[in-house]
């Protein structure tokens, strides 16, 4: 499965911004897609995935309530709403995806087989 994230830019705080992750393949949906992110000088950082169905979803704590992740199975997209953006989110984004996570192990990025090639978020205050 290929991964194609988009969406990133500059912002202001305070500003929304959605990311779009296409994956390559129909049968996407039979895959936990997630986000994760990674700024400099930091370890990458789990931000929220969705079950197979879309009927779950987890977050980090630390955009709980701003960000809301979903899925359109027919367009193989997930895609990460960001609210209320904070200069703390800016990082590059990745979209990740997998077939085999239950889901205590959403958020351990090496639980993921297929990684998009991120995009950058920039917050400024």
């Known amino acids: 499965v290929q991964l194609q994230a988009s969406g990133g830019g500059p912002v202001q705080a305070g500003d929304s911004l959605t990311l779009s992750c296409a994956a390559s393949?129909?049968?996407?949906?039979?895959?936990?897609m997630g986000w994760f992110r990674q700024a400099p000088g930091k370890e990458r950082e789990f931000v929220a995935a969705i079950s197979l169905s879309g009927g779950t979803t987890d977050y980090a704590d630390s955009v709980k309530g701003r960000f809301i992740i979903s899925r359109d199975t027919a367009k193989n997209t997930v895609y990460l709403q960001m609210n209320s953006l904070k200069p703390e989110d800016t990082a590059v984004y990745y979209c990740v995806a997998d077939g085999t996570l239950i889901r205590s192990s959403w958020s351990l990025p090496s639980q993921y087989d297929y990684w998009g090639q991120g995009t950058q978020v920039t917050v400024s205050s």
């Open positions: 393949e129909r049968t996407s949906w039979r895959f936990v």
